[in-house]
């Protein structure tokens, strides 16, 4: 039926921290995973929060243009993940004229959305 893909890219959220907030959502129904993230405390948690409204809407939108019934109750968070993304190099002045680098870390954050019975018959196939 209906499947929708979402990605964010360098986004300024490291990969580990938010895989944490990813690994909360993977397999859950999609409007149960905005309500964790709406309540999680990580600060990753709101750009993984609009990129799960993106993917819900882009299901609508693929669903309008083919003609389907879309229940959003139905759309599963199928396959989530977190990539790493380029990397900020800055320094830092140090003392005695030395200089520390400093690391800012970028993600890349795909959510794939599918339909319950879409989900139930790629398990089954596979």
């Known amino acids: 039926m209906v499947e929708s893909i979402a990605r964010v890219r360098h986004i300024r959220v490291t990969p580990q921290k938010a895989r944490r907030i990813v690994d909360l959502i993977r397999g859950k129904n999609a409007q149960e995973a905005l309500a964790i993230l709406k309540f ?7 750009p993984v929060y609009k990129l ?4 819900i809407a882009n299901a609508r939108v693929k669903a309008d ?6 229940n959003e109750d139905e759309l599963v968070v199928a396959r989530a ?21 400093i690391n800012k870390r970028t993600s890349h954050i795909t959510v ?7 989900l139930a018959a790629a398990k089954k196939g596979a």
Do not use: H
């Not at 243009?65 to 879309?70: C, S």
């Open 81 to 101: 993940f977190v990539d790493e993304g380029a990397t900020l190099k800055r320094f830092r002045p140090r003392a005695q004229g030395r200089a520390f680098r």
């Open 52 to 55: 799960v409204a993106s993917a």
């Open 112 to 118: 794939i959305l599918q339909t319950a019975d879409e």
């Open 40 to 46: 999680a405390p990580q600060a990753a948690s709101e």
């Open 65 to 70: 243009n083919e003609n389907l019934r879309l």
